[in-house]
């Protein structure tokens, strides 16, 4: 993040905008949205601009600017639209302490200015570091669309009512006020009663929060997929919304734990196959301590929580303890990592059947029934597969299975880095280790990638290097 996104008060403070035609007027039109003292240095400005100071919105000074015109100013925009001019006035304002925005000049700009969704007093600002800013343009049209305009002013109710609120206990309590006026009883008063009722409803509210008890700690155990943020359901992302605590597994993405609030705790609990690992009693313990505080504790886990994810152990200690919870199932890696290769988990006249097989467990690497698994046509889904390849190799080759028995690879399956490795039973030892497979994988046995698959793959990789070699 180059451009750091701060919202700076400007009531009563000077703005100096060098320029008079279509540039300024657009900066302008934004800048009247303000509370700020509009200052235009123009030799010829348009007509629009000399309405605007008859009107005394701004003030108009018929001449470029010069030494000590921004002296004392917060901001300065440079839009005379000649890049000489530009550099010349920006030049001054930073001489004299304001922070300079060049229009259409974003490598020489100090700072810029977003798309903006006006609902004030909320305000949605959309960046682009300058890149693209016709997808801010369509981002902002998404929100405009979605954000009702009596936003606003239940904002601005909801504001004058701050000090009120603060009767109720800072933390879980406040927000759970909060969030019932702004997305329940607050619109439902406002289009029954216009702000009157909204005012209404926000004092009856208080009235009932202030009298409820506090609510109890309790666990969602939550699955977070494969690792795309996009594969998340929508109660997952309720769960995550609503956490004071997330506890989470190592292979969860940046991507998805950016999704919890700021203000909820973030306890990394990751376990690594043969490798460091929290312990199973500690996580436990950490569960049960944090819940029994009032906490909404979130375990978050990677893929689906009730596969092969010692979900029971943890919900035994949370029962033990005598504590809430409920599970939110997630997309598991099997089913990501095989849309992935575009194929079925099962087809008509293969295999009417489909084993979920884990590479090792707590005693190390895990047996199953490999006579029945090396038949022709059994597939199988192996999780936590690369450790223990050589011994399923063996396991399968000792019980009749044909060394030619497809076998594919999904490593990091719905994320941008995702790579699939095609090869066969005999060769999936040396392959796996060749292809120094390091992030989380999925071991299809019996299921090759389709062909379009794999060419949609090699594009993939191909952009993924490109990105790199720009960056």
């Known amino acids: ?68 015109d921004v002296a004392g100013a917060r901001l300065f925009y440079a839009a005379d639209e000649d890049a000489a001019e530009d550099a010349r006035t920006s030049a001054i304002a930073r001489a004299e302490g304001a922070l300079a925005n060049i229009v259409d000049n974003l490598h020489d700009s100090e700072f810029i200015t977003p798309a903006i969704v006006d609902r004030d007093p909320v305000t949605v600002a959309i960046g682009t570091e300058g890149a693209a800013p016709v997808l801010a343009r369509a981002i902002k049209a998404d929100l405009e669309a979605r954000l009702p305009v009596r936003l606003g002013p239940l904002a601005r109710i909801g504001k004058a009512f701050r000090k009120m609120a603060d009767a109720l206990p800072m933390g879980r309590a406040r927000r759970d006020f909060w969030a019932d006026y702004y997305f329940n009883a607050g619109p439902r008063a406002f289009d029954e009663k216009g702000a009157a009722g909204a005012d209404d409803a926000l004092k009856d509210l208080l009235s009932d929060h202030l009298s409820r008890q506090s609510r109890k700690g309790h666990v969602a155990f939550v699955g977070a997929g494969p690792g795309d943020p996009e594969l998340l359901t929508l109660k997952a992302r309720r769960a995550l919304d609503e956490a004071d605590v997330v506890i989470h597994d190592r292979l969860i993405s940046p991507e998805i734990l950016e999704l919890a609030r700021r203000e909820a705790t973030l306890l990394d609990v990751g376990k690594e196959g043969f490798g460091p690992s929290t312990k199973q009693d500690d996580i436990n313990t950490l569960i049960v301590e944090h819940t029994r505080r009032g906490a ?97 190799q063996g396991r399968l080759l000792m019980h009749g299975a044909d060394p030619a028995t497809p076998v594919t690879i999904v490593e990091n399956a719905s994320r941008a880095d995702q790579r699939i490795l095609e090869t066969r039973l005999a060769d999936l030892p040396a392959d796996l280790a060749a292809a120094a497979v390091d992030g989380p994988a999925l071991t299809f046995y019996g299921l090759a990638p389709r062909e379009a698959a794999l060419a949609q793959q090699a594009l993939a990789d191909k952009d993924l290097t490109l990105t790199q070699e720009l960056a």
């Open 1 to 68: 993040m180059q451009h750091f996104p701060i919202f700076v008060n400007l009531a009563g403070q000077r703005v100096v905008v060098a320029g008079g035609g279509e540039a300024a007027l657009a900066k302008l039109r934004l800048l009247f949205k303000t509370e700020a003292a509009l200052v235009v240095y123009a030799a010829n400005p348009a007509d629009e601009i000399l309405v605007w100071a008859e009107a005394q919105r701004l003030t108009l000074v018929r001449r470029p600017l010069a030494q000590g």
């Open 296 to 392: 909404q504790v979130v375990r978050l886990k990677s893929g689906d929580s009730t596969v092969f994810g010692r979900l029971d152990e943890e919900i035994d200690a949370v029962e033990e303890a005598g504590l809430s919870w409920h599970i939110v199932p997630g997309i598991t890696s099997a089913s990501a990592a095989v849309a992935a290769i575009g194929q079925s988990l099962t087809k008509r006249g293969r295999n009417s059947s489909v084993r979920f097989l884990t590479g090792h467990d707590t005693k190390g690497f895990a047996d199953h029934d490999w006579r029945t698994l090396a038949r022709e046509g059994e597939v199988a889904a192996i999780y936590m597969g690369k450790k223990s390849a050589r011994f399923i």
